[in-house]
């Protein structure tokens, strides 16, 4: 992979950096978590527009590891969305890429059609939905990638530099946060529904128990009421 430009020597362009960064982190941190999805694309898009990129994708692996899966994209206006060519893409078609991203270093491509032969097949699909550069950082949850978001160009060769790749690392991160949290709530909901749905059994079984408690109960009451009967009329004389 070719290293990131450095940075313009432009100090408003530091200072605006700086502030965007700041800015972000403060949405990011006081952020209410029912709330979070909206401001984490409200922070893709801002990023979007302060580096002039067309989009930013957030991908992650099935649990087998076996397909990718975008995520969610964020496209600046009049860029067309690739969302359905970028699903159930088997892990296989990423084999370049995949690597680069489990060194957890930012992968810089300024030219898609310059990719060496061995990343034909991301070449191909990349070429498909328009994009012509790129840069990408995996997800990591304990130290194993399950994911990649990138900020991706769709107009000219372009080479990224340090601050972008920066500002991509932060993304990054929030976006981790953000699916770890969402993975942790989304399995106390099932426990819980679990837990509800063995409630609901244990009650069923429990009436089920009394309903069959009962009928054994008439049943043995009727049975002792037929042979008192039976008796009954055994000692009977007969007229």
Same mark, same amino acid.
């Given at each position: 992979?070719?290293? $990131? /430009?450095?940075?313009?020597? #432009?100090?408003?362009?530091?200072?605006?950096?700086?502030?965007? %960064?700041? @800015? =972000?982190?403060?949405?990011?941190?006081?952020?209410?978590?029912?709330?979070?999805?909206?401001?984490?694309?409200?922070?893709?898009?801002?990023? $979007? /527009?302060?580096?002039?990129? #067309?989009?930013?994708?957030?991908?992650?692996?099935?649990?087998? %590891?076996? @397909? =990718?899966?975008?995520?969610?994209?964020?496209?600046?206006?009049?860029?067309?969305?690739?969302?359905?060519?970028?699903?159930?893409?088997?892990?296989?078609?990423?084999?370049?890429?995949?690597?680069?991203?489990?060194?957890?270093?930012?992968?810089?491509?300024?030219?898609?059609?310059?990719?060496?032969?061995?990343?034909?097949?991301?070449?191909?699909?990349?070429?498909?939905?328009?994009?012509?550069?790129?840069?990408?950082?995996?997800?990591?949850?304990?130290?194993?990638?399950?994911?990649?978001?990138?900020?991706?160009?769709?107009?000219?060769?372009?080479?990224?530099?340090?601050?972008?790749?920066?500002?991509?690392?932060?993304?990054?991160?929030?976006?981790?946060?953000?699916?770890?949290?969402?993975?942790?709530?989304?399995?106390?909901?099932?426990?819980?529904?679990?837990?509800?749905?063995?409630?609901?059994?244990?009650?069923?079984?429990?009436?089920?128990?009394?309903?069959?408690?009962?009928?054994?109960?008439?049943?043995?009451?009727?049975?002792?009421?037929?042979?008192?009967?039976?008796?009954?009329?055994?000692?009977?004389?007969?007229?």
């Amino acid at each position: 992979m070719l290293p $990131l /430009e450095k940075p313009k020597e #432009d100090s408003v362009y530091r200072k605006q950096y700086q502030a965007l %960064k700041l @800015e =972000i982190y403060r949405r990011f941190v006081d952020s209410d978590w029912n709330r979070l999805s909206d401001v984490i694309k409200e922070i893709a898009l801002r990023i $979007l /527009e302060f580096i002039d990129a #067309d989009r930013a994708g957030f991908f992650l692996l099935d649990n087998d %590891k076996s @397909e =990718i899966n975008i995520y969610t994209e964020y496209c600046l206006q009049g860029i067309e969305p690739c969302l359905t060519a970028m699903r159930n893409i088997p892990y296989a078609v990423f084999p370049f890429w995949m690597t680069q991203i489990a060194t957890g270093n930012v992968m810089h491509i300024p030219d898609v059609p310059s990719l060496p032969d061995e990343a034909e097949p991301e070449k191909q699909l990349l070429a498909e939905v328009g994009i012509r550069s790129g840069i990408a950082r995996g997800i990591f949850e304990k130290n194993l990638p399950i994911g990649f978001v990138s900020f991706c160009g769709s107009r000219e060769i372009r080479y990224w530099d340090e601050l972008e790749a920066d500002l991509l690392c932060v993304f990054t991160e929030m976006t981790r946060h953000y699916i770890t949290r969402k993975r942790v709530i989304e399995s106390q909901e099932a426990e819980l529904h679990n837990m509800h749905l063995s409630n609901l059994q244990l009650e069923k079984g429990i009436e089920e128990a009394k309903r069959l408690a009962l009928e054994a109960a008439f049943a043995n009451s009727s049975k002792s009421e037929f042979i008192s009967k039976l008796c009954y009329e055994l000692k009977s004389p007969v007229n």
